[in-house]
């Protein structure tokens, strides 16, 4: 219900925002370029990182790369919604951005880490957070190996956070089972109200 100057009250801009989150290997990042591809209305927050880009990454289109002591005073001074430490970088989403668009009544897609999930939880508790599961362990084993893009150690890492992400799944408001990207998408959508 709006409130009485015609905006909309916190919790129902806060509801507009989506946080997808699972383990390594589900098929995150291609559910949120489907996503991306079908409907550009919904919004992916672009997160910083300490990592150096890759071949072909774009400051300001993949990833907003900063050093650490960049990174460190962002984390000073409030400005991430959420971050976390993997393989030796920091990743975190910045809050100003992700506040102007659900302002603007746009519908903003998160996708985070189990970590960064939390921490979203923690200072937007009525986010939307969507946990997304594999159809078996052993089709995650499966995606995880068949990438064929990381050594043996890399792999066993991933396998050892994603049966701590999986026992997290209850921490979730809805899952989602990745056995189809566009019935993942599908479901996304209408929870996210963008048809």
Not at 20 to 46: D, F, M, N, Q, Y
Not at 52 to 67: A, C, I, K, L, M
């Amino acid at each position: 219900m709006p409130a009485p100057d015609g905006s909309e009250p916190h919790d129902q801009l806060v509801r507009r925002l989506t946080v997808l989150s699972g383990p390594s290997g589900v098929g995150k990042s291609t559910v949120v370029a489907e996503i991306r591809r079908a409907h550009p209305s919904v919004w992916l927050s672009v997160s910083v990182t300490t990592r150096p880009p890759r071949p072909g990454e774009v400051h300001g289109v993949q990833y907003f790369f900063v050093d650490d002591a960049g990174f460190d005073r962002l984390v000073a001074e409030g400005e991430l919604l959420e971050w976390a430490e993997f393989a030796g970088n920091r990743y975190g989403t910045p809050r100003e951005a992700v506040i102007d668009r659900l302002e603007r009544g746009e519908a903003v897609l998160l996708e985070i880490d189990l970590q960064g999930a939390r921490q979203v939880r923690q200072t937007m508790p009525d986010a939307q957070l969507v946990f997304l599961a594999p159809p078996s362990w052993e089709e995650l084993v499966r995606r995880l190996v068949g990438r064929g893009t990381e050594p043996p150690d890399v792999i066993e890492r991933r396998l050892e956070a994603a049966r701590v992400e999986l026992a997290a799944e209850q921490e979730f408001d809805l899952t989602l089972i990745n056995t189809s990207v566009q019935d993942v998408c599908r479901e996304l959508l209408t929870l996210m109200s963008v048809h």
